[in-house]
């Protein structure tokens, strides 16, 4: 008897997901097609852009999908026999139930955070927000709910204090990408099974809009204050009101005494005093420079 | 011995039973290494595809002789176990319909209903008994390769199933076959 090889199809957008695919691609997997967002407009005059998944599906001549409706591909799916596997590293689209189904065993999902704490969009920057002493990546079979699926594996990442936002994305979409492709091999051949999460355990984070940019520091404490801005520096930023300008802070630290002009109090009477910041002209710039410019 | 040995369709001795062994022969033991030799070359010759088990009618012995790949979804281990007189003592758990094609009918892949779970019992190369159950793929296989060794081809089982018939075209992806022009009175499949 014959049947159809073991293939892939890798759902991923966003450069969290490239280093998987890249391994993926290594390690030889039949990679039959790369589901991943139409392209989107940006930058200067709003040309289309690629994905850089897309980028590298195209360097690899494997076929590239973009649907509008993900459901708009289940019978191209259905057509690639036997055994398909899904994989889903950051894609930021719902996969409806009907076509989850069509793989087998199913869609492994890669998550950035030690499920079920964290289910949801912004689990890399809610474990800097929070101050937590640790998070990880969780390797899980994708059901209907929100990232409520069974686990395989999971590996743990000790956080510092001071890593930021684009340190843990890169630390942890490298980590996730050695771990699913350690265990693929294994959950391909069943010879393990996931395990189903906490749900007593369980929590959320939200998705993050431009709007949570900005700051009251009266309404955080100055050890929150500092965490946030390392969890939201590229997106959605740390803002601040001060005086007439609106600020972008990129790094600051936690100070005893008023030490600069550009000392920020906060609702435990401790100071944040920034660093570095952007300031209205544009760049990025320190505080010594902020302070002889524009105070 | 090469993919050439390999008969198909409308050979007639595929729809004849094969005869049961009664010693592990030297020729026995000769027809599972050709099986293997057999199965590999076919696979190294096609993209998409797993060489997942043969029976020894395919190479023209009709001997109640089949062999199944170690694992089946990794082209890298080439290895295979023979089973001799291999039957099913029960089928069990539910039927589940899945795509499976055959060396002896290049290209078409059927959607074929199957139970999934199978008890086993085969006697090895050393001629010792052996029993056990197979689960979902594997149960597949075995009811496909036993009925090799009955004379029946797995098209025989969807004959009169219009929408159960595939073509693999050269991408590797399955194409539905149009039933009254290409499956209905194709004499290739049928005679």
Request: glycine letters at 6%; aromatic letters at 6%; one cysteine or more.
């Amino acid at each position: 008897m014959t049947k159809t090889s073991k293939t892939i199809v890798f759902f991923g957008t966003d450069d969290f997901s490239l280093s998987t695919l890249q391994k993926l691609i290594e390690a030889g997997y039949n990679i039959a097609a790369v589901v991943t967002k139409p392209d989107s407009k940006s930058g200067r005059g709003q040309m289309l852009q690629m994905s850089s998944v897309k980028k590298l599906a195209v360097k690899h001549n494997i076929p590239v999908w973009q649907p509008d409706k993900v459901a708009d591909i289940n019978d191209k799916i259905a057509k690639l026999g036997n055994e398909v596997m899904g994989i889903l590293v950051s894609y930021g689209k719902i996969i409806p139930i009907t076509t989850i189904n069509l793989f087998n065993p199913g869609i492994i999902n890669v998550h950035p955070s030690l499920l079920p704490q964290y289910r949801g969009p912004s689990p890399i920057e809610s474990s800097i927000k929070n101050g937590d002493p640790q998070t990880g990546v969780s390797i899980m079979k994708l059901t209907a709910g929100m990232d409520s699926g069974p686990i395989y594996a999971q590996i743990i990442h000790k956080l510092s204090g001071n890593e930021t936002r684009p340190d843990l994305y890169r630390t942890l979409s490298g980590a996730g990408a050695i771990l699913l492709t350690t265990i693929l091999p294994l959950i391909i051949d069943g010879s393990i099974s996931p395990t189903p999460q906490d749900e007593d355990k369980s929590s959320y984070c939200k998705l993050l809009l431009k709007s949570d940019a900005l700051i009251d520091p009266m309404t955080i404490s100055a050890k929150q204050f500092e965490q946030t801005v390392r969890a939201y520096i590229g997106f959605p930023k740390t803002k601040i009101i001060i005086g007439k300008s609106e600020l972008i802070i990129t790094k600051a630290h936690i100070s005893t005494g008023r030490t600069s002009p550009l000392d920020v109090l906060c609702k435990d009477k401790k100071s944040l005093t920034i660093d570095e910041l952007v300031a209205p002209s544009g760049k990025t710039i320190s505080n010594k420079d902020y302070i002889n410019g524009y105070l | 011995m090469k993919k050439e040995n390999i008969i198909t369709l409308p050979n007639p001795r595929l729809r004849q039973r094969s005869s049961r062994v009664r010693v592990v022969t030297p020729e026995v033991k000769n027809i599972i290494k050709d099986l293997t030799t057999v199965a590999l070359d076919w696979e190294d010759s096609r993209p998409h595809e797993i060489s997942a088990a043969i029976s020894a009618v395919q190479i023209n012995h009709l001997d109640r002789i089949i062999i199944v790949r170690s694992d089946f979804d990794d082209k890298a281990v080439r290895d295979f176990t023979a089973l001799i007189n291999p039957e099913i003592i029960k089928l069990e758990g539910e039927i589940t319909e899945d795509f499976e094609g055959c060396l002896s009918v290049p290209d078409v892949y059927g959607k074929v209903p199957r139970y999934n779970k199978a008890r086993v019992k085969a006697m090895d190369v050393d001629g010792n008994e052996v029993r056990f159950k197979a689960d979902g793929f594997l149960a597949r296989i075995i009811q496909h390769e036993v009925d090799h060794t009955n004379g029946i081809v797995f098209i025989d089982r969807i004959r009169d199933k219009k929408d159960a018939f595939y073509k693999l075209d050269e991408k590797g992806e399955l194409q539905p076959l149009d039933y009254d022009k290409d499956i209905k009175n194709n004499s290739i499949l049928w005679d």
